[in-house]
């Protein structure tokens, strides 16, 4: 079975770090999300791509957090620097059109300290 | 913009109940609805679809029907089990040149012994 999977599966960092999430979307899907789920705000989405364009970053704070695709099979978050309050499970999903479900990774799970 | 409204949980249920989950969703334009459902420390997995009115998703005895009229996609299960334990979340995904899913804030249930 094809699967999104995404690194690390646990982040512990001090404020003020760089922190990179990974993702390696399913081959041949055109589509990658980058979601950030928490108890209060639930499932946000923060960036989407499509064919390695970003389509959409308006749900993430721009002066600490981008996203990129380097290529076709790889999908980074970086939040630089992080806060306490970017403390969250994040996940990537992928997708290969519009009729189709999401596939989504295991999340990251991101504790700053 | 679109958005994707559902009950608020925890919803707590003894073995063999009914359950239904209501959601509600706004949208331009015709977009296809999901249900998804978490299992705990795991990424938030298909459940069933439905892609236009009147279409009937099913799957392990869940079942939701897309109401164009009401604009609802109300997840229902005649007997639930242990094991239907989880986080159910709605979703809408709408053809916008790229495709965008919002997620609504999830429900969570618990069934009993």
């Known amino acids: 079975d094809a699967r999104v999977t995404q690194t690390p599966r646990h982040k512990v960092t001090e404020m003020g770090q760089e922190v990179t999430m990974r993702c390696q979307p399913i081959?041949?899907?055109?589509?990658v999300f980058w979601y950030r789920q928490t108890m209060m705000q639930g499932l946000e989405l923060l960036a989407y791509?499509?064919?390695?364009?970003?389509?959409?970053d308006s749900g993430m704070p721009k002066d600490r957090f981008s996203a990129e695709m380097p290529d076709a099979t790889l999908a980074t978050l970086k939040i630089q620097p992080s806060e306490p309050r970017d403390s969250a499970v994040y996940f990537c999903?992928?997708?290969?059109?519009?009729?189709?479900?999401?596939?989504f990774g295991n999340g990251t799970r991101l504790t700053v300290t | 913009g679109n958005s994707v409204t559902q009950m608020e949980g925890p919803v707590t249920l003894s073995e063999e109940a009914f359950l239904t989950i209501n959601c509600t969703y706004t949208?331009?334009?015709?977009?296809?609805l999901f249900w998804y459902v978490q299992y705990p420390g795991e990424g938030l997995q298909l459940l069933l679809k439905?892609?236009?009115?009147?279409d009937k998703g099913s799957n392990k005895g869940f079942e939701a029907t897309y109401r164009k009229e009401t604009t609802s996609f109300h997840l229902e299960k005649g007997s639930v089990q242990v094991s239907d334990s989880a986080v159910y979340f709605c979703?809408?995904?709408?053809?916008?040149?790229?495709?965008?899913?919002?997620f609504g804030a999830g429900t969570r249930l618990f069934v009993k012994a």
């Open positions: 999903a992928s997708g290969p059109d519009y009729n189709s479900p999401l596939h």
């Open positions: 081959l041949g899907h055109n589509t």
């Open positions: 791509f499509r064919n390695r364009a970003p389509l959409d």
């Open positions: 949208a331009t334009g015709y977009p296809s």
């Open positions: 439905a892609t236009k009115a009147d």
């Open positions: 979703a809408l995904t709408e053809n916008t040149g790229g495709f965008k899913t919002i």
